[in-house]
Structure formats: C-alpha cells, structure tokens
C-alpha cells in the first residue's frame, strides 16, 4: 500500500503554512488563569496548553512555553485561579494575551471585575460562570526526548475550591452545552463553541 500521508519530522520543519500540531489536538479548553506575584501584581492571561489530569484530588494543569508572567507568579505564591471561557467573553480573553509589561493589569485592560477568592489570594474574573481556585502541585520544566531541558514548564495544581453560577446546574448537573463553552481550535485564529447541536452520547461497555 503507497503510503500518501503529508509526513514531516517536526525538528526538520513542517513544509504549511502554519504548524498544524495545535490544529489536530483540538479543539482544547482554554487555561484563563489569574494569578498574583509576590509583590501584589495581578496577571490574567489565556493559555491553550491546558487540561484536567486527575479526579481525586482534582488536579488541572497548564503549559507556560516561556517564562511568562503566570509562571513567575506561581512561582512565588503557589497559586492560582482558572476561569471559564464562554461565547460572550472571548473577546475580552483575547485583551488579555496582549503582551503587557510585568506588573500592568489584565483585568484592567479588559474590563473585568476582580471577585475576591475564599481559599487562595488571587482573584477570579467575576464575569466568569465557573472558576477554579488552586494550589499548585507541582512545576515541571518539560524535556525532549533527548533528556535536554526545553523553555517550556508544566504547571499542576490541586483545585481546592470550585465556584458554579447556579444557572449553569440543571438539576444539578452541570450544562456543558448551554454553559457557551470556548475552546481553541488551532490555526492562528481559529476557535469553536460547545453548543446542543454538537453533543452526541456513549455509554461505556460493562465488559
């Protein structure tokens, strides 16, 4: 059989327009995450390098490929706050992945309004529907296979508090479908919403 797949060898270049990497592993939640550094500042930004790794505890992570305000921030203070997406907020999220200086405000930027955390010092983005507060687990530099140290750090944290806003708990399950959920869909620009229309179900097998 001819084998008529586009192959490529990634430290050789992919030969497109643009790496197609983010546009096949998607599309991916989107990490907004809120932190604040030992001196005070308060960063937000969105991360596409994101993900749930574990039940119990929770444990969400988010990958910094450079050394960027959040990872600094972590760093020192151990914690930070994950935001939901939603349709109605995308552009507000997009404000804040401008690159601003250490120190200037997201929230600020974007027209956000801070709500104060219960377990954790770092605010969350009060427009948000959903947001997790956490303590980080752990920060991992991440490494080629090779072994050779890469810029770029895993961060894992413990969700330790989880705040819903009631109309998004449909007899008490939460409405992934009606919450307007975004995700990051690869390309430059590209994005995609979860809505009703998208949803189809499985049941897993017993045996």
Excluded at 94 to 108: H, I, K, M, R, V
Aim: a negative charge; aromatic letters at 10%; proline letters at 9%.
């Amino acid at each position: 059989m001819t084998d008529a797949t586009h192959f490529y060898e990634p430290t050789k270049g992919h030969g497109l327009p643009h790496d197609p990497l983010n546009a096949i592993i998607g599309p991916r939640p989107i990490g907004w995450v809120s932190t604040r550094g030992k001196d005070g500042s308060i960063n937000l930004a969105p991360y596409s390098f994101f993900n749930a790794f574990n039940y119990k505890p929770p444990i969400i992570g988010f990958s910094s490929t450079s050394p960027k305000d959040s990872l600094r921030n972590v760093q020192e203070t151990g914690e930070f706050v994950w935001n939901i997406v939603t349709r109605d907020l995308v552009g507000r999220m997009n404000d804040t992945s401008a690159p601003l200086p250490y120190g200037q405000d997201e929230f600020e930027r974007a027209g956000l309004t801070k709500i104060e955390s219960r377990l954790v010092n770092v605010p969350r983005v009060a427009e948000s529907p959903v947001q997790f507060e956490c303590k980080v687990a752990d920060i991992h530099q991440l490494r080629s296979a090779s072994g050779a140290p890469i810029q770029a750090w895993l961060v894992l944290g413990e969700v330790i508090g989880v705040h819903i806003a009631p109309h998004l708990l449909k007899d008490g399950i939460f409405d992934t479908f009606g919450a307007g959920i975004v995700l990051r869909a690869g390309g430059p620009t590209a994005y995609a919403a979860v809505t009703p229309e998208t949803r189809f179900d499985l049941e897993r097998p017993t045996a």
